[in-house]
């Protein structure tokens, strides 16, 4: 999997760049000054760093002066005072992109795939070639149980060839992961991987995100915009909850799909694609289509390789192997070594995951917040079968750092209180507003 290292002295804005950076397929440590950017990258050299220009202790300039990165990683400047003179000096310093507040999103996920896209070759073929009951993990997937077994020997066979892949599952179930697997796996693994969630964007947005539009094709079209398939060519595009996309747009995607041609709004030339299209819902496709929600005829073209992903509940003992995944994760992030208590551990493996891989990493995460060293049963949410309710008092180490302790205060008195956030602020005798900005900063970079 890719490394990421985010630097930026707003924790707001290094914490939404976490996630995004994430949920391009990335491991992400961050940093809010140079000094513990050098010490994060002694640690870890990452694929890509995303450096603030300005920070507390010298400018990101600085950190490919200082640091022998070398080609393995490429460095891109970020910040909200641009000007050419420090755009210049930092792209002859090796820097390999330059970006303005607030972010271009569209280009910044594009940096991302094409490093995610120049991964060894060779580690694609070993993780293809290498038996998952040894390694217990494909791609971005982790899991040893026997449904992971059969998911990774379909998507070994599909991953080489140009079939559309159809994955069903319940939501949390990493059907995302499940699809830039298969990119990282195909031959097309080193063009560009671009992900759609089709219910994410406002139906008068999506054919243009889609297809593309001309200049002054509709009020406020100011320039030529390439759509997700002209921007995938030659690569794979995800379409995740398909059956979101308005049912009068699906006519046009099948004649996609059928031609190999999109046209863009507005124009009359047909430009030629070559993408691969990966689909995905976590509704049942036969209903989807009784219901209206999904073309007969468009799920017939999409669900050439029909995939199920497992849900949690069915993987036995995957639940302590991702939650200690998830759980060294935040130890090498924090620079901490939490464990699971075995009684805790039995709460994890009994709870039905109605939320799925992703209701997990979550709890770990708030769990991981609560705990000083051992990860009780206590440190666990009501709904996991911890016990919130009864805490009543916490201990704190001596040395634990005030920031640890506001949080865990926070944390504590919000579960205590059923997610309250209104009750807790009050108790806590701070605003409401200071109570979101606060957990806002709580969440996972």
């Not at 509704?283 to 799920?299: F, H, I, M, S, T």
Request: aromatic content about 6%; charged content about 25%; glycine content about 8%.
């Amino acid at each position: 999997m890719p490394h990421a290292l985010a630097v930026d002295d707003d924790p707001n804005f290094l914490s939404a760049l976490a996630e995004l950076i994430e949920g391009q397929g990335f491991t992400t440590n961050t940093a809010c000054t140079l000094r513990d950017a050098r010490a994060q990258v002694s640690h870890r050299t990452p694929d890509v760093a995303l450096v603030d220009l300005y920070l507390p202790d010298g400018s990101g300039i600085d950190l490919l002066k200082d640091l022998e990165l070398g080609a393995a990683t490429e460095v891109v400047l970020m910040t909200g005072h641009a000007d050419v003179e420090s755009a210049v000096q930092a792209l002859r310093l090796g820097a390999s992109d330059y970006l303005t507040k607030p972010l271009d999103i569209g280009r910044l996920k594009s940096i991302l795939a094409n490093v995610a896209s120049v991964q060894p070759a060779a580690q694609g073929a070993q993780a293809q070639t290498a038996e998952p009951q040894e390694v217990g993990r494909l791609g971005l997937l982790l899991g040893a149980s026997p449904p992971m077994q059969a998911l990774y020997e379909m998507l070994n066979r599909v991953a080489p060839t140009d079939a559309s892949v159809f994955l069903v599952g319940e939501s949390g179930t990493g059907k995302d992961l499940a699809a830039q697997t298969l990119h990282m796996l195909s031959r097309r693994s080193r063009a560009p991987f671009l992900p759609l969630n089709c219910g994410a964007i406002s139906p008068t947005l999506i054919e243009s995100e889609l297809f593309g539009h001309e200049r002054g094709s509709f009020t406020g079209a100011a320039r030529r915009h390439k759509g997700y398939f002209e921007r995938a060519h030659t690569g794979t595009l995800f379409l995740d909850e398909i059956s979101e996309m308005p049912i009068e747009l699906q006519v046009k995607l099948l004649r996609v799909l059928e031609t190999g041609e999109v046209v863009r709004i507005g124009g009359d030339q047909a430009a030629p694609v070559d993408v691969r299209v990966i689909a995905a819902t976590n509704r049942d496709p036969q209903k989807a289509v009784n219901e209206g929600k999904l073309r007969e005829d468009l799920l017939y073209r999409l669900q050439v390789f029909p995939i199920h992903m497992p849900p949690l509940r069915e993987r036995g003992d995957d639940v302590q192997l991702l939650a200690d995944y998830f759980l060294g994760q935040l130890n090498e992030r924090q620079g901490t070594d939490k464990v699971f208590t075995e009684d805790s551990l039995d709460r994890l493996r009994t709870h039905s995951w109605p939320g799925n891989v992703r209701e997990l990493k979550n709890v770990v995460h708030r769990a991981f917040i609560m705990a000083d060293h051992e990860i009780t049963p206590r440190c666990l949410p009501r709904e996991v079968g911890g016990d919130f309710g009864s805490v009543r008092s916490l201990n704190f180490q001596v040395g634990t750092s005030i920031e640890e302790v506001e949080r865990r205060l926070i944390m504590a008195t919000l579960d205590a209180h059923g997610g309250n956030k209104r009750k807790t602020a009050d108790i806590l005798g701070v605003s409401l507003k200071t109570l979101y900005n606060r957990l806002n900063t709580y969440r996972e970079p």
